[in-house]
C-alpha cells in the first residue's frame, strides 16, 4: 500500500489523498519509487477541477516527477536509476506523480543531473523545464546577449521565476512584468533588471506598438501576449507557453508582416526526448541552484490539495514541491 493523491469523478468530483496498492497503478515498464513531485498550473487545474485536464478516471495527479527505478523491464533504465518525468499526458491520461508510487514508460524518463537533488529537479520541474525550452527557442531563433532587454510575463510564477533567473545569468537584461508590486524583491533577487506592472500589458492595445523587447518569454497568452508581439523589436521573437490570462490571441500579423517578428510556439508535454535531455542539461550548466531555494516552497503529500487551491488563487510565488514520502 502507498499514499497517492487520487482525482474521482462519481458521482461528485474529489481530490483527496489516501492509500492505494498496486493494482491501482496503470500498465508500464518502470515503476518508480517517487521522492518529490511539485505542483505546476496544470495540476492546480486538475486538482480543484477548475478545467477538464483529466481524461480518464480515476486519476493519481501529478504531471511532474521524480524518484528512483523500483523495477523495469525497460532496457534504459535499471532498479537504482534516478529519473525524471515531465509530462507526456502523465497526470491527464495516465496515473501520475502525486503519490509514492508511479508506474510509467521507460521512454518517457530523463536521467536526472547529478548536479541536482530530487527536491532541487522538482523546484525546477515542468514549469522550470518549459522556461528552458522557452530560452532555447530564442536563442535557435538568435537571440544573444545584448540583443535588447527580454520580458518575461508572469514573472513570479514557475515559468517565468525560472526563465528570469536563467536569462539573467546568461547576461541578458530581463524586465520582469507581474501584478504583485509587493514582490519586486523577489523579482530582482532572481536577475530582473527592472519591474513592471503587468497592467500596461493586460488591456487591448494597438497591433503596432513601439519597439521595446529584443524577445519575450510568455506564459500567459490572451492580450499580454498580443501586446507583447505588438511592443517586439524588428527581427525579434516571442516563445510562448502559457494560458494565465486566457487562451485567445486577440491581435493582428501587424507584427509580424511589417516587423518580422516571430512567434515561436513551446510545448513541454509531448517535446522528443533529444530537445528534453538537452534542457535538462542546460539547465544543470545555466541555472543558480541557489535561486532554486529562493524560488521553492515545499508541501508534504497530505498538504497538495490545499497548496493548490492557494496556486489557483495566485496565492503563490515561484514553485511548490511536494515530498511525498519515501
Not at 474529489?14 to 496544470?42: C, H, I, Q, W
Not at 548536479?115 to 530560452?135: K, P
Not at 491581435?251 to 533529444?274: K, N, T, Y
Request: net charge neutral; aromatic share 6%; glycine share 12%.
Amino acid at each position: 500500500m502507498f499514499n497517492a493523491l487520487v482525482l474521482e469523478k462519481d458521482p461528485e468530483f474529489s481530490a483527496t489523498v489516501r492509500e492505494v496498492d498496486d493494482s491501482f497503478l496503470p500498465e508500464g515498464d518502470v515503476t518508480l519509487d517517487v521522492e518529490y513531485s511539485t505542483l505546476n498550473f496544470k495540476d492546480g487545474l486538475a486538482i480543484t477541477n477548475r478545467s477538464p485536464v483529466v481524461r480518464s478516471w480515476p486519476m493519481i495527479a501529478g504531471i511532474d516527477g521524480t524518484g528512483t527505478v523500483a523495477a523495469s523491464s525497460s532496457a534504459r533504465w535499471k532498479p537504482g536509476d534516478a529519473v525524471i518525468l515531465d509530462g507526456f499526458g502523465v497526470g491527464e491520461s495516465h496515473k501520475g506523480c502525486l503519490a509514492q508510487r508511479a508506474r510509467l514508460k521507460g521512454d518517457w524518463l530523463v536521467r536526472r543531473p547529478d548536479r541536482f537533488s530530487a527536491r532541487q529537479a522538482m523546484a525546477i520541474g515542468t514549469a522550470g523545464y518549459t522556461a528552458m525550452l522557452c530560452v532555447l527557442a530564442l536563442e535557435r531563433h538568435g537571440l544573444a546577449p545584448g540583443d535588447g532587454e527580454v520580458l518575461v510575463t508572469g514573472a513570479t510564477g514557475g515559468v517565468g521565476s525560472v526563465a528570469i533567473a536563467l536569462l539573467a545569468k546568461l547576461g541578458h537584461s530581463v524586465v520582469a512584468a507581474t501584478g504583485k508590486a509587493s514582490e519586486e524583491g523577489y523579482l530582482k533577487s532572481l536577475g530582473a533588471a527592472r519591474v513592471i506592472d503587468r497592467s500596461e500589458l493586460t488591456s487591448p492595445g494597438k497591433p503596432l506598438q513601439k519597439e521595446r523587447w529584443g524577445g519575450v518569454v510568455d506564459a500567459v497568452g490572451s492580450h499580454t501576449l498580443a501586446n507583447a508581439c505588438a511592443q517586439t523589436r524588428y527581427r525579434g521573437a516571442v516563445a510562448a507557453c502559457g494560458l494565465a490570462q486566457g487562451m485567445d490571441f486577440p491581435a493582428s500579423v501587424a507584427p509580424f508582416i511589417l516587423r518580422g517578428v516571430s512567434l515561436l510556439g513551446v510545448d513541454s508535454v509531448m517535446a522528443p526526448m533529444a530537445l528534453r535531455e538537452q534542457a535538462w542539461s542546460r539547465l544543470a550548466s545555466d541555472l543558480d541552484r541557489a535561486k532554486l531555494d529562493a524560488i521553492t516552497t515545499e508541501v508534504p503529500l497530505s498538504g497538495a490539495v490545499e497548496a493548490a487551491g492557494r496556486l489557483m488563487a495566485g496565492q503563490v510565488k515561484g514553485r511548490i514541491v511536494v515530498r511525498t514520502g519515501h
